[in-house]
């Protein structure tokens, strides 16, 4: 007689994809520190409290790119996908905001549009495989 069991879960391609793109914009998130670190250059730029909220969320975002790579745990998922997904919003007033130069709207649409493609890859269900025991 064969039973049927689940495998435990595994991370797809598009899983550790996902998890490589979120890393990449967490690191790039906590390197917003040195906006407020750095010296007043007197150009208009993100409160300090957006700057600071936007360090925390890139480094929760890398703790639990590793956590979830590690496990493959789908908790660890949603909390890259949740921190992602704020970090996002705290960037979206550039786009709508006067007298934000062309360049940086550029960059920011372009940074929301890779959170959105990292949070689907991410949150995305491998096709789960059983095995005859």
Same mark, same amino acid.
């Given at each position: ?6 495998? @435990? @879960? !595994? $991370? ?12 990449? $914009? ?7 520190? #040195? ?14 409290? /957006?700057?600071?909220?936007?360090? +925390?969320?890139?480094? /929760? ?6 956590? =979830?790579?590690? =496990?493959?745990?789908? !908790?660890?998922? *949603? %909390?890259?996908? #949740?921190?992602? /997904? ?12 006067? #007298? ?13 549009? +890779? !959170? %959105?493609?990292?949070?689907? $890859? +991410?949150?995305? *269900? ?5 095995? $005859?025991?």
């Amino acid at each position: 007689m064969s039973r049927t069991q689940a495998v @435990p @879960p !595994t $991370l797809s391609r598009k899983n550790k994809v996902g998890l490589g793109l979120a890393a990449a $914009l967490g690191l790039l998130d906590t390197t917003s520190a #040195g906006g407020f670190l750095a010296p007043d250059s007197g150009e208009p730029g993100p409160p300090v409290g /957006i700057l600071v909220a936007d360090v +925390v969320l890139g480094l /929760i975002t890398v703790v639990a790119v590793v956590y =979830t790579w590690r =496990t493959a745990d789908r !908790t660890g998922s *949603r %909390v890259v996908a #949740g921190s992602r /997904i704020l970090s996002a919003v705290t960037a979206l007033p550039a786009l709508f905001v006067t #007298g934000v130069a062309a360049w940086v709207v550029a960059v920011v649409a372009v940074l929301i549009v +890779v !959170t %959105v493609v990292a949070t689907a $890859l +991410v949150l995305s *269900r491998a096709v789960p495989e059983t095995a $005859l025991t």
